[in-house]
């Protein structure tokens, strides 16, 4: 087995929310539970049992919880969790209603504001009567074309609180992006700021939003705060009211309206690069649940943390972050371009802030490295206790950047799952080591596998990353799918009964996960299956590369791998940089991950949340449609692709 790169000292380990729940369930149960593994089997073993017993633990306020825990067990989907209770997802996140710090929020233009947890109940409270005598009821969309500002956490409680469906966009979404997203569900509210800034620019919104309030024909009104003017301007805005003027200044109490456990709370989007984006429907009950199993047991969460993720609103992770407000978690919320207005901005802000747990993209980690920077002697991160990524595979060299260049004394967790479950198949875990390379472990209560071809059980291959039994952060479903056939057919046509993710997976020899790559992105020249992320680790070692992006092109009557390469300024890609690259590639690897064709690009295409797009690049080298090109970032990017000479010979 490897050496692990950190391990949790044995007082560290006894004094987790983790340990104690072993021990818990030791008493109650009558078991020995030796180690994580034995916690995992037993959560996977005794379903009802487990999440039961987190419910209690987790003093979930509720009506009722009901005597029934799991309904229609065998089936994926139609499993239902909790049929008898009754909650309301936002009284559980404004439990704590005391004048520490809720929310602290910075963004790049170097502004701070802080908000308590009693301010915040306030805000909330004001901005929940608004809403109510505008008539939103239970099950209606309120939507946010919004920053990563407080005015999005206070919108997205407020809705819940009513029992009403959160739905948002970042505001660099275009007005075709946002139309393929909140087009699909008529939302009755759209909660907007005037506009936002990316990289030192300001980008003005107003015209934009015009637009996409005339193309929403439920809505009752648009609601804009200030974000990048202090007082904006609404003229020209359709049914537009300020902020201050919409909030109902005399309300001081919340009624929260307690809803099924199955209850709407959240629509996400797919990425939607290969077309119309589906709407994904989680239930407050499930994200609730599972968003604490995650927060305490695999991350340790509790009152006294600061917990930041570098996030925007369009990206399943701010759901995740908000969701630490149930543990009476101060919030570090950040919104801008990551290395703006310098490169030192996020780490500058956990040393101010006393951020204890650091959440971020692999990306951002791999640019720290490339940019040579050094935080763990340019800051002080002496709160900094875990550092958690995701978006793409962490590579092994970012993992030991992290503790040679940041803190060698905590916890990295590679943590994956994403949109369609608002959550994680596996994540980080306390009371384990960290494995160079390796997610820890499989998430409690997830019955997480790696399947073959046919559906058997793989250990140290590569395969299907799957889930053989149902969770309750399960989708309720996708929006205007009466009849659940495309939720059906998204994850469930691959495996009888099984979630099929669609990442291609492997469990290790020390029980951790290394995740390869998207399945449908997955190489096959000569009939072997190769995942991009063991190219990606490869050539990103290389110095004057910055980032890469590969496919395979359909070449006779074989598959060719074709290799893009963004280089740092001033570089260019000749003979012999090509030869260290496959050099670096064949030694570390085989012959067969070797590129026949390198080529030099100056940008490459990436979604909204800033994932690459291996698919809609492929597309376009083989002359195929890319059918939404509104997901993208930079559309303009796959112009870059298109009529290629070298890929013609």
């Not at 239902?80 to 909650?87: D, G, K």
Request: hydrophobic fraction near 40%.
């Amino acid at each position: 087995m490897n050496a692990p790169l950190w391990q949790p000292a044995p007082e560290t380990v006894e004094a987790t929310q983790m340990a104690a729940l072993m021990r818990r369930i030791e008493a109650t149960a009558g078991i020995r539970l030796t180690d994580y593994a034995d916690l995992h089997a037993w959560s996977i073993e005794h379903p009802e049992a487990f999440w039961s017993l987190l419910w209690d633990e987790f003093d979930i306020i509720s009506e009722q919880k009901g005597d029934s825990v799991l309904d229609n067990a065998e089936a994926m989907p139609g499993a239902r969790w909790f049929p008898q209770a009754r909650l309301n997802f936002a009284a559980n996140l404004l439990r704590r209603r005391d004048d520490a710090p809720a929310l602290i929020v910075h963004d790049e233009r170097g502004r701070r504001r802080e908000l308590s947890h009693a301010e915040l109940y306030q805000q909330v409270a004001r901005l929940a009567r608004a809403l109510q005598k505008d008539g939103v009821e239970a099950g209606d969309r309120v939507a946010g074309f919004v920053p990563n500002s407080e005015h999005a956490v206070i919108g997205m409680l407020a809705a819940a609180s009513l029992g009403a469906v959160w739905s948002s966009c970042s505001p660099d979404f275009g007005h075709q992006g946002v139309l393929d997203r909140f087009g699909q569900i008529g939302p009755k509210v759209l909660i907007a700021a005037d506009g936002y800034t990316w990289n030192g620019k300001a980008i003005d919104t107003r015209s934009r939003l015009a637009d996409i309030v005339r193309s929403l024909d439920d809505l009752t009104h648009l609601v804009v705060f200030p974000f990048l003017e202090d007082a904006p301007s609404l003229e020209g805005l359709p049914r537009a009211v300020a902020w201050e003027d919409y909030l109902d200044n005399e309300a001081r109490d919340i009624d929260f309206r307690a809803q099924p456990f199955d209850h709407p709370l959240y629509i996400l989007y797919s990425s939607g690069t290969t077309g119309t984006p589906k709407c994904i429907v989680h239930s407050a009950g499930g994200t609730l649940l599972q968003h604490l199993k995650e927060h305490r047991l695999h991350t340790d969460l509790d009152a006294s943390d600061r917990l930041f993720y570098y996030t925007t609103c369009g990206w399943m992770m701010w759901n995740w972050l908000v969701s630490g407000l149930a543990n009476g978690t101060t919030l570090v919320l950040f919104d801008g371009a990551a290395f703006a207005p310098d490169p030192s901005v996020l780490w500058r802000i956990a040393e101010q802030e006393g951020i204890s747990v650091f959440g971020t993209s692999a990306r951002y980690i791999a640019a720290c490295e490339k940019e040579g920077m050094l935080p763990g002697r340019d800051h002080d991160l002496g709160a900094l206790r875990a550092i958690l990524s995701t978006g793409s595979a962490l590579t092994h060299e970012s993992f030991d950047y992290v503790y040679h260049d940041i803190k060698q004394d905590l916890l990295l967790a590679s943590i994956s799952g994403g949109t369609d479950i608002v959550s994680c198949f596996a994540l980080g875990c306390p009371i384990r080591p960290v494995y160079r390379g390796q997610l820890q472990c499989r998430g409690l209560g997830m019955a997480v596998d790696v399947f073959d071809d046919d559906g058997r059980p793989l250990r140290g291959e590569k395969g299907e990353l799957v889930c053989t039994a149902p969770f309750p952060a399960m989708p309720i479903g996708f929006w205007n799918d009466p009849d659940g056939e495309r939720y059906h057919d998204a994850y469930f046509a691959t495996f009888a009964n099984t979630w099929a993710h669609g990442d291609y997976a492997e469990i290790t020899a020390e029980d951790g996960l290394i995740i390869h790559g998207r399945s449908d992105a997955v190489l096959n020249p000569g009939g072997v299956r190769i995942g991009t992320a063991e190219i990606y680790r490869q050539v990103e070692k290389v110095e004057e590369v910055l980032e890469s992006l590969c496919i395979g092109q359909t070449w006779g009557d074989d598959m060719r791998i074709v290799l893009f390469v963004r280089l740092r300024d001033g570089r260019t890609l000749d003979d012999d940089l090509r030869q260290r690259i496959k050099s670096t590639i064949r030694t570390h690897t085989t012959p067969r991950h070797v590129p026949q064709r390198i080529l030099q690009v100056a940008d490459l295409p990436r979604t909204l949340s800033g994932k690459l797009v291996e698919l809609a690049v492929r597309n376009v080298v083989h002359g195929e449609p890319v059918r939404n090109r509104e997901a993208l970032a930079n559309p303009e990017a796959l112009a870059l692709f298109e009529d290629l000479p070298e890929l013609r010979e």
